[in-house]
């Protein structure tokens, strides 16, 4: 029955989009307390776009202006001979787009806004580096020279402190900063080892998924943790995730700062918001969270992704822009890449999880029953109230059928303003309390008919009046079973047709069996 009710929500689940790799991870989703992000694709849409670069020797003059306790800098105006300075610089980062591929968000922009003239001859590089994160920057050779695109404080190292206030007041606005200049060494795809010097700044961002800011407040008000983990700065990462309006956005770090496990283990239970994350940390940030209890939700899309993806309880991998790497080490693919899907999904997975547990309850409580019932009569040295035919007639007839429909019934109105349920609460102690005394209960009316019957008519009698109560209970029993606190007019978001149809047949079933001659 279980894996019936898994079976029909994987189908409404890929009606939504969701495409589910193993069933058992539809259960899972009930129990997910903490819900891993990236930025790129996930808080915002995929594709990047250049809002402005800015020469390094204009970014360098300290002019401001004071707005409030905030300084913001102002972009120096440029004459004539900036204007040209301007334009050859945006041609050289034009050429450096060309000569690279078009294999992530942040080159497409690059190839976009910088894209050279028809009628430039563009220079070939002689030699090309795509982006590693292992050494946080794409590079070229042109004409015997290296030229570097990367983030800032990777790229520039020491020389950083000089342009960081500039760059975080740019990050604090939610933009992404990279720095274009001229390496003094040869680039051999290495770390870098002598300095560089900028040339210019370039500021990139991306909008807001449309539903993100709704999405993610969901999460929170129903026990869903949120914690953002990108490769970009972190105060960038934060500004974007305030935008977002994800709860504890100003509550960040520095990932580069993170270099034990003892160090991440903490980080992960104080932190929110998680800034220039390796793909290796990734790994041990989930890690760290299932150490500590935590059911841990991962999205992701890239190559990098997958052994995170792999080692969450639930791997989310995107279905348009996922690698087939990341994809193949997820649990379940967003096929639209939609992200409040998962809104949807963990519904779903609590839906499955309470059916479950209503068809347990729902059984256990007629099993016990009619084991009480027989006990009762060995007891008092009856004669035996139920036959093992009525008992499999009970089973296959009255439980069966209304068992399977409790298996696809509609989630309640209230199910996800509960928290998530802990790992290993099937069973849970409500549950145990319910099936003994309403076991108790079934098995009481049961015996009370066969008593009343044998009194009127005779042991056959009493048999069949014992047999038609415990049968009827059962049917009726199943409408009461889909809450444990609602009335059931309240109890559903819809009614459930498989219900009523189950009982309808259980009826012709027992009306055939009792009015039928044999």
Known sequence: LASVAM?????????????????????????????CVDKTGTITVPEMEVDQFILAEDLTKRVYEKDGDTKVYV?????????????????????????????????????????????????????VFAFSSKTKYSGIISEGKSYVIGAPEFVLREDYA???????????????????????????????????????F????????????????????????????SGDNPKTVAEIAEKAGICGSDNYVDASTLTTDESIAQAVAKYQIFGRVTPDQKLKFVEALKAQGRTVAMTGDGVNDSPAL?????????????????KDAADMILLDDSFTTIAYAIKEGRRVYRNIQKVIQFLLVGNIAEILTLFVATLFN??????????????????????????????????MKHKPVKSGTLFEKDLVRRVITQG???AAMTTCAYWIGADMGGHVTGQTMAFCVLAFSQMLRAFNQRSNTEPIWVRAEGINPWLILSFVASAILMACILFIPA
């Open 7 to 35: 079976a029909v929500s994987a189908m409404r689940l890929a009606k939504q989009q969701v495409l589910i790799h193993d069933m058992k991870c539809i259960e899972t989703l009930a129990r997910v307390d903490v819900l």
């Open 75 to 127: 972009d120096v105006k440029c004459g004539e001979e900036q204007e040209q300075k301007h334009a050859q610089i945006k041609g050289m980062i034009g050429e450096f787009a060309a000569d690279m591929d078009a294999d992530n968000a942040t080159m497409e922009a690059l190839k976009t806004y910088f894209k050279p003239d028809t009628l430039t001859k563009i220079k070939k590089a002689e030699k």
């Open 162 to 200: 000089e342009y960081k206030d500039r760059i975080e007041a740019y990050s604090e606005k939610g933009y992404r900063v990279l720095v274009y200049g001229r390496y003094e060494g040869i680039l051999d795809g290495q770390q870098l080892t002598e300095k560089v010097l900028p040339i210019a």
């Open 202 to 229: 370039i500021m990139l961002t991306n909008a807001i998924r449309e539903g993100a800011k709704e999405t993610f407040s969901y999460f929170t008000e129903r026990g869903v943790e949120i914690k953002v983990i």
């Open 310 to 326: 792999k080692a969450a309880d639930i791997g989310v991998a995107m279905g348009i822009t996922g690698t087939d790497v990341a």
């Open 382 to 415: 009856w004669d035996a109230p139920l036959l093992a035919v009525h008992i499999l007639w009970v089973n296959l007839a009255t439980a069966t059928l209304p068992a399977l429909a409790l298996g696809v019934d509609p989630a309640s109105k209230n199910i």
């Open 440 to 442: 108790i209960f079934v």
